[in-house]
């Protein structure tokens, strides 16, 4: 499975953005998926994940509130709606997908990665 960000770039604060990732499957709805994100020098953080219906959807506490996490399954994609973005929220965002029922907020939990797309929020 190869998974492709796309999306990111510079945003002042209090701007947003959307994330945007296309799995290449047929099997899509047999993947949970989720979104971490890495800042300079340090470790990657889970940011939220979503069950393959969509009907379950997990949170990291920084974000809640002001990150959506949502798929639409006729086009492979899982999508990360940022709205008041904070300086502290630039990072290199990551999707990922684990052929798995269950969501994680663990890297191990998930199998397949895409490369990653850098979001900059400037004060």
């Known amino acids: 499975v190869q998974l492709v960000e796309s999306g990111g770039g510079l945003v002042q604060a209090g701007g947003s953005l959307r994330l945007s990732c296309t799995a290449s499957?047929?099997?899509?709805?047999?993947?949970?998926m989720g979104w971490f994100r890495q800042a300079p020098g340090k470790e990657r953080d889970f940011v939220a994940a979503i069950t393959w219906t969509g009907g379950s959807t997990y949170y990291a506490d920084s974000i809640k509130g002001r990150f959506t996490i949502s798929r639409d399954n006729a086009k492979n994609t899982v999508y990360l709606q940022m709205n008041s973005l904070k300086p502290e929220d630039t990072a290199v965002y990551y999707c990922?997908?684990?052929?798995?029922?269950?969501?994680?907020?663990?890297?191990?939990?998930?199998?397949?990665w895409g490369q990653g797309t850098q979001v900059t929020v400037s004060s």
């Open positions: 499957t047929r099997t899509f709805t047999s993947y949970a």
């Open positions: 990922a997908a684990t052929p798995s029922l269950r969501v994680g907020r663990r890297e191990g939990d998930y199998v397949y």
